[in-house]
C-alpha cells in the first residue's frame, strides 16, 4: 500500500527488482510529477491569486491560468493575449483606463489598455503540488493517485531498463489512470444540478 514517499520509493523498487537503482528512485518520482503536471489540470491544483496591475507576478508554483479580473468602480474579466498584442493594440504604456486584457511577459504580467490606477487583479491558477520529499511524505499524488505516480515513475526509469518488456504495460497504466482521473474531475464539475444555459 502507497501512503508515504516511503512506501512509495518501496514499490518502485519492488516492481524495478533492481537494487542497484534505489538512490535514483526519488529522481524517477521528481520526473515523474513533472510529466503529471504537463499532462493533469485538477482540483487539487487549483489556487486562488491576489496582486495588482502594479505588482502581477506570477506564483512561483505557477502552471495555468484559470481566469483573472479587475476590480475598481467595477469588476472586469481580463482576457488572455499574448505580448505582442498588448504592444501592438496598446502601444501608449501610460494610463490609459481599466485593463480588459492581460499578457504574460517573463514571470509579470502586462496589461491593454495600460491601467489608470492600481487595479486589484484577483482570479484563479492551476499550480504544481509541493514536491514529494523526504520532508513532504505525502500530497494529493499520494493519498488520491498513488497508482499514477507509480506507474510514472516507474516509466521515468526507461533510460535504465533498455528493452524491459515491461514499459509498454506501465505506460498504458499511467495512460488508463490519467483518463481515470479527468474522468472524475469531469462528473464533479457537472454534479449537483443540471445544466442550463443563462442570459448575461
Not at 513532504?136 to 516509466?155: E, F, G, H, K, V
Amino acid at each position: 500500500m502507497i501512503d508515504s514517499y516511503a512506501t512509495l520509493q518501496s514499490s518502485i523498487a519492488s516492481f524495478l527488482h533492481r537494487s542497484d537503482l534505489t538512490s535514483i528512485i526519488p529522481e524517477f518520482i521528481a520526473d515523474a510529477e513533472t510529466r503529471i503536471y504537463n499532462e493533469l489540470r485538477i482540483r487539487a491544483m487549483e489556487a486562488a491569486y491576489t496582486g495588482s496591475t502594479s505588482s502581477a507576478a506570477l506564483p512561483s508554483v505557477f502552471l495555468e491560468w484559470i481566469f483573472l479580473t479587475a476590480t475598481g468602480s467595477h469588476e472586469q474579466k481580463l482576457t488572455r493575449k499574448d505580448a505582442e498584442w498588448i504592444y501592438t493594440h496598446y502601444p501608449e504604456r501610460t494610463g490609459q483606463g481599466m485593463p480588459k486584457y492581460f499578457a504574460r511577459e517573463g514571470n509579470s504580467l502586462i496589461f491593454g489598455p495600460s491601467p489608470d490606477s492600481d487595479y486589484t487583479i484577483t482570479g484563479r491558477y492551476y499550480k504544481k503540488l509541493t514536491p514529494l520529499s523526504d520532508s513532504n511524505t505525502t500530497n494529493w499524488l499520494i493519498s488520491d493517485a498513488p497508482a499514477l505516480i507509480r506507474y510514472a515513475a516507474l516509466c521515468e526509469a526507461a533510460p535504465y531498463l533498455a528493452d524491459d518488456s515491461r514499459i509498454a504495460i506501465w505506460e498504458a497504466k499511467v495512460n488508463l489512470e490519467i483518463q481515470r482521473i479527468k474522468q472524475t474531475e469531469r462528473r464533479e464539475r457537472r454534479s449537483g444540478s443540471v445544466l442550463s444555459a443563462t442570459a448575461g
